[in-house]
């Protein structure tokens, strides 16, 4: 499956984010009325960030590529990336990277999200990074992050890299087939089932992965406690999850990406795949924030 065999390392590239988690609300935020939470806490987060640590977790060797701002709400990042463990060599550090704040109102097993971007999503690091010798893999954990480098996946190609993109939600980009044309080249196409409805006008999930895979060679399609659907070379694979507490559904997705690529790159096969998807978004459920509660239960990755 894997184009550079030798190769171990993932690039994991987006935005990464300031979450501030407010849990234990009786109601969500309505207009002219305040409401209070139980819980805050402050998490880094961020799609790219949160595959990244996942993986970490997981014992694969993951690089984050990314900018954060030189703001005080990106200093206090700086720590708790830090801790991750994750290799940080490509992230870069600018003014006009911060602040990048994500406003998280969790109540019961919903959430809802208002988020600030800065700057732009492309790091000078890039180029640096595709020629980084451990690099086998790149993945792009917004389709905002590619609308804003379109070069990326020819670049990623170029450097003999495979590449997988998670489109997360993003009102003025998801809707309609646009995205399809600009993934060409994209080797694994991970849409949540809001999404992939979205993008193709099926709200069921068989419908939904069927017209995706005429387009990726590789689908991993999230359906929340449903598990998750995988098409590949023709075949439809699907897996329920289990039931667990769950505390918190920030970064579940991303999890699953990484559990899924961790398996995907090293052969595993498609039900090998969506197990570990969903063991590792299963995990994730279980915790408040999207990684941070990682960094205490597992020792370093060297």
């Avoid at 640590?53 to 060797?61: I, K, M, R, S, V």
Wanted: glycine content about 10%.
């Amino acid at each position: 499956m894997n184009k550079k065999t030798t190769q171990n390392g993932i690039l994991c590239i987006g935005r990464t984010y300031c979450d501030l988690l407010f849990s234990g609300l009786d109601h969500m935020p309505v207009l002219g009325r305040e409401v209070f939470a139980d819980g805050l806490a402050i998490e880094a987060g961020g799609g790219a960030f949160i595959t990244a640590a996942h993986l970490h977790y997981l014992g694969q060797h993951s690089a984050l590529l990314s900018r954060i701002g030189t703001d005080a709400l990106s200093n206090s990042l700086l720590g708790l990336l830090k801790q991750s463990n994750i290799d940080l060599q490509f992230l870069e550090k600018s003014a006009d990277a911060g602040p990048q704040v994500t406003v998280v109102t969790i109540q019961e097993n919903d959430r809802a999200f208002l988020s600030r971007r800065a700057g732009s999503a492309k790091p000078k690091t890039l180029p640096l990074a595709l020629k980084w010798p451990n690099a086998g893999h790149l993945h792009i954990a917004e389709y905002a992050t590619l609308h804003e480098i379109p070069g990326l996946i020819a670049d990623a190609q170029q450097a003999g890299l495979t590449i997988s993109l998670d489109p997360s939600w993003d009102e003025t980009l998801i809707h309609g087939t646009g995205i399809l044309a600009h993934g060409a080249g994209i080797d694994v196409f991970m849409p949540n089932m809001e999404e992939a409805s979205a993008i193709t006008g099926h709200t069921n999930p068989r419908d939904a992965i069927t017209t995706l895979a005429q387009h990726f060679p590789v689908i991993a399609l999230k359906v929340g406690a449903d598990g998750a659907y995988m098409a590949y070379q023709g075949e439809i694979f699907h897996q329920s999850a289990p039931k667990v507490p769950v505390i918190d559904t920030t970064g579940a997705g991303d999890a699953f990406n990484a559990g899924f690529l961790a398996a995907w790159l090293n052969h595993a096969s498609p039900d090998d795949c969506l197990k570990a998807g969903i063991d590792a978004g299963s995990r994730a459920v279980q915790m408040a924030g999207g990684a941070g509660k990682l960094f205490s239960k597992h020792p370093s990755v060297a």
